[in-house]
T-cell receptor
């Protein structure tokens, strides 16, 4: 297993367009997290899955954001009607229960 | 709500020096504390995990300590090298009942000068 994989690594989109990011966690990990990070800041929590169940969502996750984890494997994060303020690094992490968490390389989103 | 603070925000040291990075958290009811490294434009790389029942963990030139009751952790880097230059982040997570997210500090940006 090569770790947590995120795709794409970079995405440039026009304001108002929809974008979707994918995260493939480490295969035996039941927990999957999405975080957002802007320049000079620590990662901010967006949402968390335990297997296929989305158990918590941050207030940062407006109704334009939706995340899924079908069958408890990979996860997708969709942003509808993107805004310039959505420009950030989107990070995915996975862990087995509360053990060590591993992060992917992130998806850098730029909204122009 | 858990708040995590890292001091200093930036640190510059000459190669070979030993250094300490600090992390403090407001709610001592944590399950784990994890230190990460982040290179510019990249994701986070896990360095060390300390469970709440542990006092310290070591990996190579890195040693992390945890004082849960006072809400503090330190990351000690021995004999620093230019390749250690990066941002170091600490994160805490609560128990199985409350541990649905990691809370991160804003990081310490380390520069090791050759």
């Amino acid at each position: 297993d090569t770790g947590v994989s995120q795709d794409p690594r970079h995405k440039i989109t026009k304001r108002g367009q929809n974008v979707t990011f994918r995260c493939d966690p480490i295969s035996e990990h039941n927990r999957l997290y999405w975080y957002r990070q802007t320049l000079g800041q620590g990662p901010e929590f967006l949402t968390y899955f335990q297997n296929e169940a989305q158990l918590e969502k941050s207030r940062l996750l407006s109704d334009r954001f939706s995340a899924e984890r079908p069958k408890g494997s990979f996860s997708t994060l969709e942003i509808q009607r993107t805004e310039q303020g959505d420009s950030a690094m989107y990070l995915c992490a996975s862990s087995l229960e509360l053990a060590e968490a591993f992060f992917g390389q992130g998806t850098r989103l730029t909204v122009v | 709500k858990q708040e995590v603070t890292q001091i200093p925000a930036a640190l510059s040291v000459p190669e070979g020096e030993n250094l300490v990075l600090n992390c403090s958290f407001t709610d001592s009811a944590i399950y784990n504390l994890q230190w990460f490294r982040q290179d510019p434009g990249k994701g986070l790389t896990s360095l060390l995990l300390i469970q709440s029942s542990q006092r310290e963990q070591t990996s190579g030139r890195l040693n992390a300590s945890l004082d849960k009751s006072s809400g503090r952790s330190t990351l000690y880097i021995a004999a620093s090298q230019p390749g250690d230059s990066a941002t170091y982040l600490c994160a805490v997570i609560g128990s199985l009942d409350t541990g649905n997210q990691f809370y991160f500090g804003t990081g310490t940006s380390l520069t090791v000068i050759p």
